[in-house]
Structures are given as C-alpha cells and as structure tokens.
C-alpha cells in the first residue's frame, strides 16, 4: 500500500572529508511565502531488487545505492497549523504534508512541535494504515543543529489507529526512540542516468513500539530504523531510507518493507521561473550575489536561516552586494516579471 517515506518513518572515504552539523531534520516552516527548499522540497521514490546495506558506521564511511532507480515523484510541504490541527495538537507549530505528484492527492501529515532550531519533537501523525499520537510531552528526535555522535533517546507512548486490509482497530501504544548522529562520509547513487558521490552526513532513528488494545495488551510490535543522508548545508535530508517490521500476530499480519527516497537536487520554485532559468551564482559567496536569466523588474530579499529578512531592495543589475551580511547560510528570494525562485546562498 502506498505510503510516502517521511510519514511511514515517524519518522566516501574522502580524503579531507570532515563532519559537518546537522542544522534541521527536515526543513523549516515557510517563512518566505513561496516553495523555497527550506520549507517545501521534491523526493523521487527509490525502487531496488535489493537493498543498500547501511550497515557502516562512524567517519569516513561508504554507502553504495547506486542500484536503487530513483524515479516516482513525490513531495513534502511545511506550514504552521490550523485552528483545527491546534485543537487537536495544542504544542503543535509544525505541520508537514505529503503529496503524490502524479495525482496531486495528499497521503500523510505530520505533526510537530519545532520552529528553525531547537528540540524537533513529534506529536503525531496521519496516514492511510496507522496513525500516532504520541502523549505527554511527545517524541523528540534530538536538539538541531546535532553535532557528531549525539543521541536522543526517549520513552513514548500514547494512541493508534489502524485501518487496513485486515481490519481496523485501535488503542495505545509504548515503547521507545533513539536518535543518534552516527556517521559521515560518503554515499554513490544514480539519478537520471548520472552517476554520482556525495559527502553527507547520517542521522538514525530507531523506533520500537508495542500496540495494545482493552483485549489485548500486546497486540503487536514495529520495529523500525530510518536513516537521514544529509549534505553539508542541507535543510532536508538528500537520501533517506526507512525499514520497517510490522506484526500482528492476531491480524496475521507480518510485514517488512523498504522505502527509499532521493531529494531533488534543485529548490521548489513557481514553473515559469524553472522554465527561465532564473539564478543566482556564484554560491557560496563573499560580496556580490549574481543573478541571470532576467526579465524585467527585479526583486531580491535576502532572509536568514530563522525568517528575518536581512535585504529588500529592487536590482538595476545584475548583482546584489551581500558584503555587509555575516557569514553563514542565507535564503535569497528573487522575483521578476515571469516568477519567483528562492535559492539556499552560502554566505562566505
């Protein structure tokens, strides 16, 4: 049954090649309006005969997914909650929503307590097979930016609902969720027939749950392990994988599944400012901020990584002087008169 990756998850050796933080699990709430990579971002869905190992561990490790086609595409959108959300999640200040691409329909949501830095904590989630509410104080997935080797470990519990082939049910569950940055290196895949390598960094998350219900008290157990690839500035992980382990004895249900998924390597951007080829270069930057493929009147506004708008002005050229900003990573919105693109600049 079909299931997005992020929502089912609720979840080289270079030379010279060093750790880098992970700023954000998976990405910002949007701050600039628009689909702008830090808030929105595509995926292709990953098929294989079989699975990557991920098994290395520590620096300087090596993953080899280039048997895996990455091809069916999907995409994940971050917004603040509606009244209707807030009554149900009252913590909640973080709502990302899966879409088909090929429909348009929606598949999951979910629900957190997050806002640019700090604890990502999970509260709970919508799908078409099983939904989680987590209670208390929720599921925390660690403190971003995460440094190498950090670990969360926490004590959950808390409401499902299944609704299935085999029947719907529904009542608690308990168990527990570890988070740990426990590698960097480098990963291999294959995207649109080019081969590629990559230095990113692995977050893991281990969740293991026992079901219950008035009846039966352990009903069942999922047992699942969600890997996050992320690149040295990324906001979303470039490559994720999630596997799962599903049982319910009861239900005869015995179930473990792969999923595979693989960022598209350009932001979300309005389709008539993709077809003209609007950028901006060279990235990363240390005064002047190009930008080409131009039409018209331009707009630029520059925001930092937590939604401050830092530049606003009107461009008569083709640059915009970034000089007087402090190093770091930047959100750079430009509009013309065929549409608007926002592009993640590091500022050097």
């Not at 490559?239 to 473990?256: A, E, G």
Request: aromatic share 12%; net charge negative.
């Amino acid at each position: 049954m079909k299931k997005l990756l992020l929502f089912a998850s609720l979840t080289f050796a270079v030379a010279g090649f060093s750790q880098s933080e992970i700023t954000h699990f998976m990405g910002n709430t949007q701050i600039t309006g628009g689909d702008d990579g830090f808030s929105a971002r595509g995926y292709y869905r990953g098929t294989f005969e079989s699975a990557p190992d991920e098994s290395a561990t520590g620096p300087n490790a090596t993953w080899d997914f280039s048997g895996v086609v990455f091809e069916q595409m999907e995409s994940y959108s971050n917004a603040l909650p509606t009244d209707a959300e807030i009554a149900n999640y009252p913590e909640c200040n973080f709502v990302s929503t899966g879409y088909d691409m090929e429909t348009s329909a929606e598949v999951g949501k979910l629900y957190a307590k997050f806002f640019n830095v700090g604890e990502f904590v999970i509260l709970g989630n919508t799908l078409d097979v099983l939904s989680l509410t987590f209670s208390g104080d929720g599921a925390s997935v660690g403190q971003f930016p995460m440094s190498y080797e950090s670990t969360s470990s926490d004590v959950v519990s808390g409401t499902f609902v299944y609704s299935g082939p085999q029947g719907d049910f529904n009542g608690d569950f308990t168990g527990t969720m570890t988070s740990t940055y426990d590698a960097y290196g480098t990963i291999d895949y294959v995207l649109e027939n080019t081969e590629t390598s990559a230095s990113v960094n692995r977050l893991s998350v281990v969740l293991n749950l026992t079901f219950g219900t008035a009846d039966f008290p352990s009903a069942g157990t999922l047992m699942q392990t969600s890997n996050y690839y992320y690149d040295g500035n990324g906001f979303w992980p470039s490559i994720r994988s999630v596997k799962s382990h599903f049982m319910v004895p009861l239900l005869s249900i015995d179930q473990t599944t792969t999923y595979l998924e693989k960022s598209t390597d350009a932001l979300l951007s309005t389709p008539e400012t993709v077809a003209n080829a609007l950028s901006v270069y060279p990235n990363p930057v240390k005064d002047i901020l190009r930008i080409s493929g131009i039409s018209g009147n331009i707009q630029a506004s520059i925001f930092d990584v937590n939604g401050r708008l830092m530049l606003n002005q009107q461009i008569n050229s083709n640059g915009i002087d970034l000089s007087s900003l402090q190093n770091g990573i930047y959100l750079v919105k430009v509009s013309d008169d065929t549409g608007t693109t926002t592009q993640k600049v590091v500022k050097q």
